[in-house]
């Protein structure tokens, strides 16, 4: 290999030695910007799959489990979801403060949980109180989607039957093991 006359053999390793750091760095840099934006696509990909596209809010703040019905209200013309959701926003209040409750309930069975010495009687007491606000909040949820199934036309609820069914199983109609309220009797436990 040959050197130009101002430069040493020694400089010249140095150099190359810079540029590999330098290179390496720019390289770790680049990787970790294209696994960012990567990830950033295939999380917007997910959620318009998801969410067919559109973000709006949920309907009186009840979470998506009765049935899925605020994914096929998605469907719907906006007029219509409009006027559905009208209907039933005067519930958002209940619905907010049964899941601030229900909240409060697992905050406070957590704590028992990791309370030492472990009150066995406490924990049963809070897993009931867990069960009825959890039942509560779900009965106010299938009321609010009875009452916006209610004002659908029969078209409207014969499209979500189909748009239902082409989803598939629901959770728990999968047969993955998991206990629902019908395997658990209905009761609360303990």
Request: glycine share 10%; proline share 5%.
């Amino acid at each position: 290999m040959s050197v130009p006359s101002d430069q040493s053999p020694e400089s010249s390793r140095s150099q190359v030695s810079f540029l590999s750091r330098r290179g390496k760095m720019l390289l770790v840099i680049s990787l970790a910007i294209n696994l960012l934006v990567a990830g950033a696509l295939a999380g917007a990909a997910f959620l318009h799959k998801r969410h067919g596209g559109r973000f709006e809010p949920v309907f009186a703040g009840a979470v998506m489990s009765p049935g899925e019905f605020f994914g096929f209200m998605r469907t719907l013309p906006a007029e219509r979801r409009k006027a559905i959701r009208q209907a039933v926003i005067g519930e958002r209040p209940k619905v907010q403060q049964l899941k601030a409750n229900l909240k409060e309930v697992q905050r406070h069975l957590e704590a028992l949980i990791v309370a030492d010495p472990l009150d066995q009687a406490a924990l049963d007491e809070a897993n009931k109180r867990l069960w009825t606000a959890e039942g509560e909040l779900r009965r106010m949820q299938l009321s609010l989607t009875s009452t916006m199934i209610a004002l659908l036309s029969r078209q409207e609820r014969e499209q979500l039957i189909a748009w239902r069914q082409s989803r598939g199983p629901m959770r728990g109609e999968r047969g993955g093991g998991e206990v629902g309220e019908a395997e658990a009797g209905g009761k609360p436990p303990h």
